[in-house]
């Protein structure tokens, strides 16, 4: 269903077309973020994956896959289990907290208990990759039997986001081919957490393109980092 951006399209779905349609993606989508987490293939140099930097206990890597690139950031947290940083991670209303370029993240409506559809909006003071972006997603939280918690986030195609969402004023409609955390539960109480991003920001990619998302990648997981540490364990229940 990946088709070109075509704006003046759009189609009208119904419910249950919807729910079958996002609960395909979506299982598609963990098992790539599972994949690229594996840590028995990670690091091995034979899935395609290149380290870009590491610094502060964070790895950065990048993968092609046809004419764009998909980032890898991995790094451990310390007495913080699962729960408690997909709590902040998944809380809507923190994503304004640790990610200072987004201007509006708001749910558009629930599939199902453990699946949204939400809409992503950067501003006219975004970084120029972002700025005057938009995203119509799907998120999917999940807890594996090991403990280990998926959170799968990707675009829906561009007719069906215009039917359940048109675009609105002078924003351009970016495309999140799949991206999500996978965090995994450790013996001693840690937690350790691979995020995976790809996106086609629809326009042009200047070649400094890397290392502007490299060091957005770095600024979202210290302020993500600091929220979890910060945030009292009385607060982790999810809502």
Sequence with gaps: MNSPATCGRSWSISEDSLRRYVQFASESCIQELLSASDTNRYG?????????????GVEISK???????????????????????????NTIDAAKQWDSDLVEARY?????????IIRLRYGENSKPLFRNREFIVYERRETMEDGTVVVAVASLPKEI??????????????????S??????????????????????????PKCFVNRLNT????????????????????HDHT
Excluded at 191 to 203: N, S, W
Excluded at 216 to 235: F, G, H
């Design 63 to 89: 993968r092609r896959s046809g004419s764009l690139h998909a980032f890898r950031s991995r790094w451990l947290l310390r007495s913080i289990s699962p729960q408690q940083f997909i709590t902040v991670a």
């Design 108 to 116: 558009i409506k629930d599939v199902e208990d453990n699946l949204s």
């Design 180 to 205: 999500g955390w996978v965090v995994e539960k450790l013996e001693d109480g840690s937690c350790a957490v691979t995020y995976v991003v790809q996106l086609d920001p629809a326009g042009w990619l």
């Design 216 to 235: 957005k990648l770095v600024m979202i997981i210290e302020n993500l980092r600091k929220l979890v540490q910060t945030t009292s364990p009385a607060s």
């Design 161 to 178: 986001a215009a039917g359940l969402q048109p675009k609105q004023n002078n924003a351009i409609r970016g495309f999140l081919l799949q």
């Design 44 to 56: 091995n140099g034979n899935d395609g994956w290149k380290v870009v930097t590491l610094d502060n």
